[in-house]
């Protein structure tokens, strides 16, 4: 059984919509590939907001397949074509995730890149998970 443990310093400004640290013990560490919206079949648009939807409904399907919840990831690394983008999408993009993953909010990290391996794609979730035992 795992121990899941979440870690806001009083040190460190309080996080909006993510966590600072998980202390975790015990379980089973399941490292998701980063996933866009490809990972799903073909990128049906360059919509922002769902490519993001598809990435992480396909970085919650590895999850469903080990045996896991959302709940159960401990971090997202997002890989995004523009931040400009990304901060104009951010009602939206709240809306989906919430949708997605409800309350829970991993531990984060976002970054711009200068391109993806498929040129369509505009976002990629890569994350980690602790599962049960």
């Given at each position: 059984?795992?121990?899941?443990?979440?870690?806001?310093?009083?040190?460190?400004?309080?996080?909006?919509?993510?966590?600072?640290?998980?202390?975790?013990?015990?379980?089973?560490?399941?490292?998701?590939?980063?996933?866009?919206?490809?990972?799903?079949?073909?990128?049906?648009?360059?919509?922002?907001?769902?490519?993001?939807?598809?990435?992480?409904?396909?970085?919650?399907?590895?999850?469903?397949?080990?045996?896991?919840?959302?709940?159960?990831?401990?971090?997202?690394?997002?890989?995004?074509?523009?931040?400009?983008?990304?901060?104009?999408?951010?009602?939206?993009?709240?809306?989906?995730?919430?949708?997605?993953?409800?309350?829970?909010?991993?531990?984060?990290?976002?970054?711009?890149i200068s391109r993806f391996v498929n040129p369509k794609a505009k976002?990629?979730?890569?994350?980690?998970?602790?599962?049960?035992?």
């Amino acid at each position: 059984m795992k121990h899941v443990h979440p870690l806001h310093p009083a040190s460190l400004k309080k996080p909006s919509g993510y966590t600072h640290g998980f202390l975790v013990g015990g379980g089973k560490t399941l490292y998701i590939a980063g996933q866009t919206a490809a990972s799903l079949g073909d990128i049906p648009n360059d919509d922002f907001v769902d490519q993001f939807d598809r990435a992480l409904v396909a970085v919650l399907e590895v999850v469903k397949e080990a045996g896991g919840k959302p709940t159960d990831l401990m971090t997202f690394t997002i890989f995004v074509s523009s931040v400009d983008e990304y901060l104009r999408s951010l009602k939206p993009l709240g809306e989906r995730y919430q949708k997605r993953m409800g309350r829970h909010y991993p531990c984060m990290a976002l970054l711009e890149i200068s391109r993806f391996v498929n040129p369509k794609a505009k976002v990629e979730i890569q994350a980690i998970a602790v599962l049960d035992d």
